[in-house]
Structures are given as structure tokens and as C-alpha cells.
């Protein structure tokens, strides 16, 4: 059986990742445990899995990447990732992007202590973390997590359940199909 790719985008900035690490292997296991005998492979890309071209930026390189995923996940910690001219940051650009294209969106607020001592973080970037998580808990898209172990626990269950409803949506969708009886009316001339 030929396996159908689902893709998957991980937004994360270079404080996370440790959290993206476990997505993608936690995606990895559970499709192989569960899902590939279904026919689908789930296939987790991150921005740093996509090679930059010469002389284009590199959000021109993520956003077809992200208009061709069915899921983006969202991982936040103290961080929003590159400001780009017009103010916006990478993980606001690719979560505005992911919602004006209506994909499905999974936002961990990993509130965790962190290993960097307070001068080592960058106040313009944590408030500006802030200030989106602020905008996602508004959206009622925002899992507040509170230890590593939790994240891994919670993010496993919630793409197990993402994972099985897409599943049964399709399968739900084929079973509607053109019964056999009616097929020869609507393919005639092919």
C-alpha cells in the first residue's frame, strides 16, 4: 500500500530547539507505530530543513512550504525568531501566513524555566513573545505548558488525535464517493 504524505510545518525560533527535536521525533514514532499501516506518512519540515536560495530570503523559501503543509504547530518560548523590515518576526509571518490560508494550527507556550541567566535573554524578543501568546490565547489557540516531560506528553496526545480525526475525515469522505452503479454516468468520454 502507497503511503499518502501529510506535511507537517514546525515554527520555532533557535530557542526551541530542543521542543522541535521532540515533535519531529515524537511524529516519527507515532507514524510508524500507528499511522503507516492506515497509509499515511506524516512528514514534520522546519525552516532549518529548507536550504536557502542565493539572493532570495529565506521566508520565500518557508512560505510554499507551509502553503503545502496540512498542519502548522507553533512552539514558543522566549523568542518570536528574525525580525524582518516590515517589524513582523518569522513566527508571526509563518503563523499569519498558516492562518490566512486556514490550515490547522497547534501553539505551545513553553513556559518553562529556562537555562539562561536574565541578562542573557533579549527583552525585545520576550516581550514581543509575549505579546503573541497574549494573541493566541485571545484566538483560543494556545497550549500553556509547564516542563519538558509535559510538552513530550501533551504534544504526542494532541497529534494522536489530530492524527486519527484527519484519518477518519478522509475515510469518511471516500466512503461518500460515487457508488459503482452510478460511476459509468459520470465518467463517460474518459
Not at 501533551?154 to 469518511?172: G, Y
Given at each position: 500500500?502507497?503511503?499518502?504524505?501529510?506535511?507537517?510545518?514546525?515554527?520555532?525560533?533557535?530557542?526551541?530547539?530542543?521542543?522541535?527535536?521532540?515533535?519531529r521525533?515524537?511524529i516519527?514514532?507515532e507514524?510508524?507505530?500507528?499511522?503507516?499501516?492506515n497509509?499515511y506518512?506524516f512528514t514534520?519540515?522546519?525552516?532549518?530543513?529548507?536550504?536557502?536560495g542565493?539572493?532570495?530570503p529565506?521566508?520565500e523559501?518557508?512560505?510554499p512550504v507551509i502553503?503545502?503543509c496540512r498542519?502548522?504547530?507553533?512552539?514558543?518560548?522566549?523568542?518570536l525568531?528574525?525580525?524582518?523590515e516590515?517589524g513582523e518576526?518569522?513566527?508571526e509571518?509563518?503563523?499569519?501566513?498558516?492562518?490566512?490560508?486556514?490550515?490547522e494550527?497547534?501553539?505551545?507556550?513553553c513556559?518553562?524555566?529556562?537555562?539562561?541567566r536574565?541578562?542573557?535573554?533579549d527583552?525585545?524578543?520576550?516581550?514581543?513573545?509575549?505579546?503573541?501568546?497574549?494573541?493566541?490565547?485571545?484566538?483560543?489557540?494556545?497550549?500553556?505548558?509547564?516542563?519538558?516531560?509535559?510538552?513530550?506528553k501533551?504534544?504526542?496526545?494532541?497529534f494522536?488525535?489530530?492524527?486519527k480525526?484527519?484519518?477518519?475525515?478522509?475515510s469518511n469522505?471516500?466512503?461518500?464517493?460515487?457508488?459503482?452503479?452510478?460511476?459509468?454516468?459520470?465518467?463517460?468520454?474518459?
Amino acid at each position: 500500500m502507497k503511503s499518502r504524505e501529510i506535511k507537517i510545518f514546525i515554527s520555532f525560533a533557535s530557542d526551541a530547539e530542543d521542543e522541535c527535536k521532540s515533535i519531529r521525533d515524537i511524529i516519527e514514532e507515532e507514524t510508524k507505530n500507528h499511522f503507516l499501516e492506515n497509509g499515511y506518512k506524516f512528514t514534520p519540515i522546519c525552516w532549518k530543513d529548507i536550504l536557502p536560495g542565493l539572493g532570495h530570503p529565506q521566508k520565500e523559501k518557508i512560505d510554499p512550504v507551509i502553503v503545502d503543509c496540512r498542519l502548522v504547530i507553533i512552539v514558543l518560548k522566549n523568542r518570536l525568531g528574525t525580525k524582518y523590515e516590515n517589524g513582523e518576526t518569522g513566527i508571526e509571518h509563518e503563523y499569519n501566513l498558516a492562518k490566512g490560508f486556514s490550515k490547522e494550527i497547534l501553539v505551545y507556550d513553553c513556559d518553562f524555566i529556562i537555562d539562561k541567566r536574565r541578562s542573557e535573554v533579549d527583552i525585545e524578543q520576550l516581550k514581543m513573545a509575549n505579546d503573541f501568546i497574549q494573541k493566541a490565547s485571545r484566538e483560543g489557540l494556545i497550549s500553556k505548558i509547564d516542563s519538558f516531560e509535559n510538552f513530550k506528553k501533551i504534544f504526542r496526545r494532541n497529534f494522536a488525535q489530530w492524527a486519527k480525526k484527519l484519518i477518519t475525515s478522509e475515510s469518511n469522505l471516500s466512503k461518500q464517493s460515487i457508488p459503482p452503479e452510478k460511476f459509468e454516468h459520470y465518467s463517460r468520454g474518459f
